[in-house]
């Protein structure tokens, strides 16, 4: 097998995990000097070994100890130089005795950079960049929120075709169609903790779990920030009476509240609302994607989808590139369209940057 | 030919006409006993001949004086008797010796039907219904607007993904998107008159004239509704001056005001705003179709798009249906996209009916 069809086969290897969390998904195949599969190994999540080291076991297991010996790492990913709650992979490589590394994607985490010149130091041969977008396209999330330093904030929006997402007497009960609903359940799942404000725990009660959809990892982290003490008859607040999970971050500073969930090593975070924490996040440019469901439903008065921007004129509008148009269709039983249900409208966005 | 041959030919000379205004468009084609085609006609737009006239003139100037004697006159439209600004159809066929009529869609006008019973009195053998679909397909706003007896109205709504149409200052230039602009301006094209409130006279001051896109027929009639007079110096209002035709019609009343250009001929108007004027129509139930153009741009607070429409609580919520959702990009020069325009969402959708 060549280096580049070993590529190929790391990056099979990568996307048998689904990913998600801290980690990114990674895959290796070890190839003795003669281009024979020493062996396969991919991450499978945070706690389990990296995929160089699972690869290294693996070869050990088939072969016997030395196995390794002269072999070079095919990785999607640049080795890792730091202590997490697994060694460094580069320390294992080295260890294994193997005498040349190729790898695809340069690491962009500050703390774990620095394996390929650790490696070079210890005389291995080492090739960075190959099929490289194809390997950051494994983990375009972690690697963008790796860059920022904190965790990608994908702000969900939902709302009338008049950017109401209640009526006048308060009542949201359904604006949006059957399907919508769903989808935002899969945006939910998809992400590694949903976060709300203290007001909307007040106000719309939600419990913040995934529904009508399959979890490939462990649920979301539900996660509410603000200073005010949860309702005790609310939905979360009974939720973590029992003992399960939910994480109050006392604060109103949006960096302080995704810096705490960094350190809970949350990489992904979906912003639910309300308005007033959705504007706070916006106004400290702290949001990365927009998914808005608009609904073909007009309310007139009502309860604004969006708050206070900071904006006072259509000069300083908050402009976004649409990247997706997607109609989620009416709910059908047995070829029969449900008519108390609705098409929605989703579109998938991104802020401008500042110019 | 065959009577089915020449409907399908019928349909295409109606085409031949782009429509609008008053009356449908219409195709004829008289046959010999021996089925050869003796002339074809159409309807050319209002004060014009219809198009029986037509293909009956054109039989005489090419064959002479009683040449339809004993035609069959394949119409797409049942032949009108009602003396209009032509007379009735029906006297010039039985005055000109035709027998038989084949027509496709029947009259939905009241004060024109009876066409086919007084054909057949006279002892003219009369088939309708020949691809009545097709020939409804050639009018649809007419059609709607003859069997609604007030002329269509569709409503023109532009705002933010949060529903503004301003922001809190009142600045609105621009929200949408260049190509969103042409496109509406396409809109007015394709209508008999513009409507808007005095309201929006006074704030937005609009010509409501047709730019960017090119006109079939006639301008559409400039129409303002409301009681209070145009400022001097608003576009409109020195249009009028230089004696240009702008109608203001002095009521609040959208049925009142829908009567007014339903005698003026108009089958189809663009309702395009403001607010307060919108609402008014939409509570009277007399918004037929809604063209919605959708920024990708947050607001946050200013002028929301849509006024009160009397709607209290989300089990009352106007529900439409989606028709159609396509994106209008973002204008291109020598292949480099304009930084400073925005793609616009254009969402077509239809009122459901009360159930």
Redesign the interface.
């Known amino acids: 097998m060549t280096e580049h069809e070993a590529m190929r086969r790391a990056l099979e290897l990568a996307a048998l995990w689904p990913g998600g969390g801290p980690n990114p998904r990674v895959g290796c195949v070890l190839l003795a000097p003669d281009g024979a599969v020493l062996a396969e190994g991919h991450h499978r999540g945070a706690g389990t070994t990296h995929a160089e080291v699972d690869a290294l076991q693996r070869a050990v297991a088939a072969h016997g100890a030395g196995a390794a010996r002269g072999a070079t790492a095919v990785v999607t990913l640049e080795p890792c130089n730091h202590h997490g709650r697994t060694g460094p992979c580069v320390e294992a490589l080295l260890d294994a005795g193997v005498t040349r590394v190729v790898y695809g994607q340069q690491d962009p985490n500050p703390s774990a950079a620095g394996g390929s010149a650790r490696l070079r130091a210890a005389g291995v041969d080492v090739v960075g960049g190959m099929l490289a977008a194809e390997a950051r396209s494994l983990n375009p999330t972690w690697t963008r929120a790796v860059g920022l330093g904190r965790p990608v904030v994908t702000w969900k929006?939902a709302?009338?075709?008049?950017?109401?997402s209640?009526?006048?007497?308060g009542?949201?009960?359904?604006?949006s169609g059957r399907s919508a609903r769903t989808d935002a359940h899969r945006l939910r799942a998809a992400v590694d903790a949903v976060m709300v404000g203290t007001g909307t725990v007040a106000v719309d009660d939600p419990d913040l779990t995934v529904r009508h959809v399959p979890l490939d990892g462990p649920p979301p982290e539900r996660v509410v920030v603000g200073l005010r003490d949860l309702p005790a008859a609310s939905r979360l607040a009974r939720a973590a009476a029992q003992g399960e999970r939910v994480h109050h971050v006392r604060t109103h500073d949006p960096h302080a509240a995704l810096e705490a969930l960094w350190y809970l090593e949350h990489r992904h975070v979906l912003l639910e609302g309300g308005p007033t924490l959705a504007?706070a996040f916006?106004r400290a440019g702290l949001v990365d994607e927009v998914v808005?469901y608009?609904a073909?439903?007009?309310?007139?008065?009502?309860t604004?989808?969006?708050?206070?921007?900071?904006?006072?004129?259509?000069?300083?509008?908050?402009?976004?590139?649409?990247l997706d148009?997607t109609?989620l269709p009416v709910a059908e039983q047995g070829g029969v369209q449900d008519?108390t249900d609705?098409?929605t409208?989703r579109?998938t966005?991104r802020p401008r940057k500042e110019?």
Chains 1, 2 share one sequence.
């Open positions: 929006l709302g009338s075709l008049d950017g109401r209640a009526a006048a007497d009542t949201s009960r359904w604006i504007a916006w808005a608009v073909p439903v007009l309310l007139g008065l009502g604004p989808a969006v708050g206070d921007l900071g904006i006072g004129t259509v000069a300083d509008a908050a402009r976004l590139d649409l148009v109609v008519p609705t098409t409208v579109l966005l110019s």
